[in-house]
T-cell receptor, first 114, second 114 residues
Framework: GNSVTQMEGPVTLSEEAFLTINCTYT??????LFWYVQYPGEGLQLLLK?????DKGSNKGFEATYRKETTSFHLEKGSVQVSDSAVYFC?????????????FGAGTILRVKS | GAGVSQSPRYKVAKRGQDVALRCDPI?????LFWYQQALGQGPEFLTY????????KSGLPSDRFFAERPEGSVSTLKIQRTQQEDSAVYLC????????????FGPGTRLTVT
């Protein structure tokens, strides 16, 4: 079945450092790809998405590019802030026949120190 | 506007008790999803509704789990004869379109079975 694998955390960075969180997927067909973020005490929020190969999703300084050849969707940010500390989930959506249910990775904890 | 709300936010149940978890989706949202998130893991799909029709219940772990959405808005996830392995956060998400392409998550209900 479809699956998502993302790098284990926690990832600890200093403020203004460069961030990469790796995500790879296994899927039949052509899924859409997402990054969700969960801030402490809050619900999951959509951070960015990409619907087809070579699409780049971006939001709040975060970017991820849908790479079909490497089945990857790595999350990057050029300069992290303390407020970026959260848990980040990579996800794919399965066939619309099944309501586009999401398949999530295990999540990566990001801690940013000032 | 109001987001997805869930109640209760926290529930402690003794093993063998029945519980009911409520989800109020964003008004007018057609699609509704339930996910289960174990500690330190990503959410896992349980079931999907399009309006009042339950179109996919492939993720429900056993026949002790039951979900309904009788009028196409509020949904209830019921767990009968709770077991310790049912301890998790139960997330509800809604989407404005039938295939649920972008999902908006509620804060979750944390269920602890003792």
């Amino acid at each position: 079945g479809n699956s998502v694998t993302q790098m284990e955390g926690p990832v600890t960075l200093s403020e203004e450092a460069f961030l990469t969180i790796n995500c790879t997927y296994t899927a039949t067909g052509y899924p859409s790809l997402f990054w969700y973020v969960q801030y402490p005490g809050e619900g999951l929020q959509l951070l960015l998405k990409a619907t087809k190969a070579d699409d780049k999703g971006s939001n709040k300084g975060f970017e991820a590019t849908y790479r079909k050849e490497t089945t990857s969707f790595h999350l990057e940010k050029g300069s992290v802030q303390v407020s970026d500390s959260a848990v980040y989930f990579c996800a794919l959506s399965e066939s619309p026949e099944y309501g586009n249910k999401l398949v999530f990775g295990a999540g990566t904890i990001l801690r940013v120190k000032s | 506007g109001a987001g997805v709300s869930q109640s209760p936010r926290y529930k402690v149940a003794k093993r063998g008790q029945d519980v009911a978890l409520r989800c109020d989706p964003i008004s007018g949202h057609v699609s509704l999803f339930w996910y289960q998130q174990a500690l330190g893991q990503g959410p896992e799909f349980l079931t999907y509704f399009q309006n009042e029709a339950q179109l996919d219940k492939s993720g429900l772990p056993s026949d002790r789990f039951f979900a309904e959405r009788p009028e196409g808005s509020v949904s209830t996830l019921k767990i009968q004869r709770t077991q310790q392995e049912d301890s998790a956060v139960y997330l509800c998400a809604s989407s404005p379109i039938p295939q649920g392409y972008e999902q908006y998550f509620g804060p979750g209900t944390r269920l602890t079975v003792t």
